[in-house]
T-cell receptor
Framework: AQTVTQSQPEMSVQEAETVTLSCTYDTSESDYYLFWYKQPPSRQMILVIRQEAYKQQNATENRFSVNFQKAAKSFSLKISDSQLGDAAMYFCAYRSAINDMRFGAGTRLTVKP | NAGVMQNPRHLVRRRGQEARLRCSPMKGHSHVYWYRQLPEEGLKFMVYLQKENIIDESGMPKERFSAEFPKEGPSILRIQQVVRGDSAAYFC????????????FGPGTRLTVT
């Protein structure tokens, strides 16, 4: 079974600084997808970024980028120029080619003004 | 294109009652997924359905829980004889038929069992 581990229950960053959230996963499959979702206090799940395992190039979306290390099964999220609106729970997720998705326990990010 | 709709947003049930949670996927999406989120935890997969078929229910408790996605109408997650431990946020997500696409989440239904 696939598992997703987020080892940082809480992280804090100063506004305008950079923070990296860690995620590791365990799988025996070669074809899969990885995601980072943001859950603000409204509890709505918002997709931040996605990565296809077959792509070597790290995905980027504006201030958000990932460091995907397939051999190490690591998928960290870097947030640059942190903003107050980035404060939320962040969930790393793994999805196999057969469509079910597994989530990590989450990292609560606090942004200090 | 409206997003994934869930209703009700909040549901209160007494122990022993039934809870019905509804999910309307995004237009054109034929895959629906249900997740449960306990307080301060991540989302746990429950069940994956396509129209009129349950594809994967490995995360669903064997007793009291059932799900359906009929040919017409929303997907329904049904919890019979609710207990306090069922109190959680239940999220529905949908995806198009293309394998591997991201899932789009609804706003969730917060179930409280008193």
């Amino acid at each position: 079974a696939q598992t997703v581990t987020q080892s940082q229950p809480e992280m804090s960053v100063q506004e305008a600084e950079t923070v990296t959230l860690s995620c590791t996963y365990d799988t025996s499959e070669s074809d899969y997808y990885l995601f980072w979702y943001k859950q603000p206090p409204s509890r709505q799940m918002i997709l931040v970024i996605r990565q296809e395992a077959y792509k070597q190039q790290n995905a980027t979306e504006n201030r958000f980028s990932v460091n995907f290390q397939k051999a190490a099964k690591s998928f960290s999220l870097k947030i640059s120029d942190s903003q107050l609106g980035d404060a939320a729970m962040y969930f790393c997720a793994y999805r196999s080619a057969i469509n079910d998705m597994r989530f990590g326990a989450g990292t609560r990010l606090t942004v200090k003004p | 294109n409206a997003g994934v709709m869930q209703n009700p947003r909040h549901l209160v049930r007494r122990r022993g009652q039934e809870a019905r949670l509804r999910c309307s996927p995004m237009k054109g999406h034929s895959h629906v997924y249900w997740y449960r989120q306990l307080p301060e935890e991540g989302l746990k997969f429950m069940v994956y359905l396509q129209k009129e078929n349950i594809i994967d229910e490995s995360g669903m408790p064997k007793e009291r829980f059932s799900a359906e996605f009929p040919k017409e109408g929303p997907s329904i997650l049904r919890i019979q004889q609710v207990v306090r431990g069922d109190s959680a946020a239940y999220f529905c997500a949908s995806s198009p038929s293309v394998l591997g696409g991201e899932q789009y989440f609804g706003p969730g239904t917060r179930l409280t069992v008193t």
